[in-house]
């Protein structure tokens, strides 16, 4: 255990580590405590009435686990109080969240931008949200930690919540599909987090439009990364050519899937334009709302009941970076089509839509107000067959990278690197060739499986894709299932006609 003293002006804080089995690790936890960062935890002990204290810092997740920066549990452990007289004080679980300092990553994933997002919904939008609820016993709002401190100072930025762990909230493991109970939770949550969107517009319309003319997209753009793009396109490709190829010889199977395959090669030649229109809240006005964004397995912490079901029994919502104004559907068919396979949903898909539809129409109700109005059912169907589509969308996306083993992910630095090259190169360019020592045969085969032609740019966004393949002799075949298997839901659930406008 490494151990540092750091004297301040207001107070004494003993910095320790509880031991990741690495001396590097344990001194880079270390090294993240700036100077900022302490005097942020010496505030929050002021606040709590804590004088002198000892942090001891823990991370979460190996490298590459969290991509939008480094999170460490920190432990806040009074030494002194500020006054002799004041009762026994108690320990402060944390977790702390820096954003990455590499310039190609901070620029690839727009980290000014995202956690500026993080410290607005909660600043703004859960303070309107804790308004509209205190002193409410029927339906608080209580689905969020509690942010304790924030710092934008560009190229430095953090935040510290307070740890739900401490409380008994755990998070389901990446790699551990979610069970019913897990998913009814974490549905419910959402609701809770929709509903009181909607209360908002109802009670206060200026107040909401003013906080929504704020949330503008983060991750889908016009100008989105070309290499974003390229990667969910070359996932549903494969996905279409997995499909394909296990058909081939079966001529009624083929008959029943081509409107799936049809599809498939709708989406991918759509991808931006599919996405762009999924996220435009202001289309779908007054029916959209303020969403998580990022609404999936690890982004979600849980309950368990003590009893030997250990079943879970509530459900936190964390990490608001990229939330979003949109039809609420989304959020629920990226957690359906990113973290959970079809068996499941085949036996509870409608279970969990209307358990989430009752729990919005219950908290509407509790604030006096109409449902039939405010978020009509007929509208939730719609927009579930409209927008359906997205949730396969972000599971092209997301999935490669969720099946991946701590050990396998790629190092996030070196790929943002990679792609800062690339854009570069592209940007200088004005030939029609491909730059940057790309291998001409393999773009022609990316082009000649796309089925259209590619602009330089594209193709060699879709040659680093390449470079960069997640998918292994380990993975593929659980990619197949669960990718072929969310294919088949766009049809099973009526999301292929809204498809089919593109």
């Not at 809240?281 to 990022?294: E, M, N, T």
Request: negative net charge; proline residues 4%.
């Amino acid at each position: 255990m490494n151990e540092n003293n750091v004297i301040g002006t207001k107070s004494k804080i003993i910095v320790n580590n509880i031991s990741s089995g690495s001396n590097s690790t344990e001194q880079q936890n270390i090294e993240a405590l700036s100077p900022a960062v302490l005097d942020a935890y010496r505030e929050i002990g002021a606040r709590n009435a804590i004088g002198d204290f000892k942090l001891s810092v823990q991370a979460i997740g190996g490298p590459g686990e969290n991509s939008y920066g480094s999170v460490l549990k920190v432990l806040l452990t009074p030494i002194t109080r500020t006054h002799p007289t004041q009762k026994t004080l108690r320990s402060l679980h944390t977790i702390l969240k820096i954003a990455p300092t590499n310039p190609a990553r901070r620029t690839h994933i727009r980290v000014k931008d995202v956690y500026k997002r993080e410290v607005f919904m909660y600043g703004s939008v859960f303070s309107e949200f804790d308004a509209l609820s205190r002193g409410r016993t029927d339906s608080p709002f209580s689905v969020v930690p509690r942010m304790l401190y924030a710092s934008l100072k560009d190229g430095a930025e953090f935040i510290i919540f307070e740890d739900l762990s401490s409380n008994g909230f755990v998070i389901n493991s990446r790699t551990n599909l979610p069970t019913y109970d897990l998913v009814v939770c974490a549905f419910r949550a959402i609701a809770q987090l929709h509903a009181m969107s909607f209360v908002l517009q109802a009670r206060n319309p200026q107040q909401f439009g003013d906080l929504v003319t704020q949330i503008d997209d983060n991750l889908f753009t016009i100008d989105m990364g070309e290499v974003t793009l390229q990667f969910g396109k070359k996932h549903v490709r494969r996905t279409r050519h997995m499909l394909e190829a296990d058909i081939e010889d079966n001529d009624e199977e083929m008959r029943q899937t081509s409107e799936v395959l049809e599809a498939l090669q709708k989406i991918e030649l759509n991808f931006q334009e599919i996405c762009l229109d999924a996220v435009n809240g202001a289309a779908s006005a007054p029916y959209a709302a303020i969403c998580h964004g990022d609404f999936w397995n690890n982004n979600v912490l849980y309950e368990f009941d003590s009893t030997k079901q250990h079943c879970a029994i509530n459900a936190k919502l964390i990490d608001f970076q990229i939330s979003r104004y949109a039809p609420p559907i989304l959020d629920l068919v990226h957690y359906l089509y990113s973290c959970t396979e079809k068996p499941l949903r085949d036996e509870h898909f409608h279970e969990f839509m209307q358990i989430y539809y009752d729990t919005v129409t219950k908290i509407i109700r509790d604030y006096e107000l109409d449902p039939r109005v405010l978020y009509p059912e007929t509208i939730f169907r719609q927009q579930l067959h409209r927008f359906g589509v997205y949730g396969f969308c972000m599971s092209a996306l997301s999935v490669p990278f969720f099946l991946l083993a701590a050990s396998e992910i790629p190092d996030l630095d070196k790929v943002s690197e990679a792609i800062r090259e690339l854009s570069s190169s592209s940007d200088d360019s004005d030939t029609d060739e491909p730059k940057n020592g790309f291998d001409n045969i393999k773009v022609q085969k990316i082009c000649k499986n796309d089925k259209k032609s590619l602009s330089p740019k594209s193709q060699s966004a879709a040659e680093l894709v390449d470079e960069y393949d997640l998918l292994t002799e380990r993975t593929l075949p659980l990619f197949k299932r669960r990718m072929i298997g969310n294919a088949m839901d766009l049809q099973r659930y009526e999301m292929i006609e809204a498809i089919m406008k593109y």
